[in-house]
């Protein structure tokens, strides 16, 4: 079993940035792909961002935050990061992190993944 436990969130004005955290226990995140979801009030959730497994050589982004959103993964730390800059109003959800071992699975937002955090408030203020 994997615990996802994500961090980081909070209340920033239009323009600024976050980092966030999803941290692992139970096992290692190593062999996993990860990614980033997000869910604003009344809407389906949302792909944000994926980072492939082991080395995280690849990354693919939603369009929606192409060039402003980074993921990124610290093996060692069992941690993986969402770096959000030139943050919106339209960003603000709930984000959170899901693992699983298929990498189509993460990137095509399959509705079942193999473990996800509860994830933490994005609040971006205009």
């Known amino acids: 079993q994997v615990q996802l436990v994500e961090s980081g969130g909070g209340l920033v004005q239009a323009g600024g940035s976050l980092r966030l955290s999803c941290a692992a226990s139970g096992r290692t995140l190593s062999s996993y792909t990860m990614g980033w979801f997000r869910q604003a009030p009344g809407k389906e959730r949302e792909f944000v961002a994926a980072?492939?497994?082991?080395?995280?050589?690849?990354?693919y982004y939603a369009d929606s935050v192409k060039g402003r959103f980074t993921t990124s993964r610290d093996n060692a730390k069992n941690t993986v990061y969402l770096q959000m800059n030139s943050l919106k109003p339209e960003d603000t959800a709930v984000y959170y992190c899901a693992a699983d071992s298929r990498w189509r699975a993460v990137v095509d937002g399959a509705h079942v993944l193999q473990y996800r955090g509860q994830g933490t408030q994005v609040t971006v203020s205009s």
């Open positions: 980072i492939s497994r082991w080395t995280g050589s690849s990354t």
